[in-house]
């Protein structure tokens, strides 16, 4: 049964740093691009970062670059977001996915960013 719960949100405010994480369960995440997506109230999802199997390749959707950083211990079976710099438009639930597959997210973890 594969499983994906992201944790690590709170409030924080605008220019704060989080880290968040996603432990996966029911399969090796080594053999996987794994994703962080986020939906801010009342919007859609939004693709934020990707990274391969190995970890050597990342990307970015625009809005976060050189804030962000995606990184994983696939001996952990765990993938990370490091968020610096919040801005009050971070706001929202994050998710983590396998590959880049909305439908696979599991639970969420909310990010609030706001003095």
């Known amino acids: 049964d594969v499983q994906l719960q992201a944790s690590g949100g709170g409030l924080v405010q605008p220019g704060g740093s989080l880290r968040l994480s996603c432990a996966a369960s029911?399969?090796?995440?080594?053999?996987?691009?794994m994703s962080w997506f986020r939906q801010a109230p009342g919007k859609g999802p939004e693709w934020v970062s990707s990274?391969?199997?190995?970890?050597?390749?990342?990307i970015y959707t625009d809005p976060v670059k050189g804030r962000f950083t995606i990184s994983r211990d696939n001996a952990k079976n765990t993938l990370y977001l490091q968020m610096n710099s919040l801005k009050s438009e971070d706001t929202a639930v994050y998710y983590c996915?396998?590959?880049?597959?909305?439908?696979?997210r599991g639970q969420g973890t909310l990010v609030t960013v706001s003095s």
């Open positions: 990274s391969n199997a190995d970890g050597g390749s990342t």
């Open positions: 996915t396998r590959q880049s597959n909305w439908g696979s």
């Open positions: 029911g399969f090796n995440i080594s053999s996987y691009t």
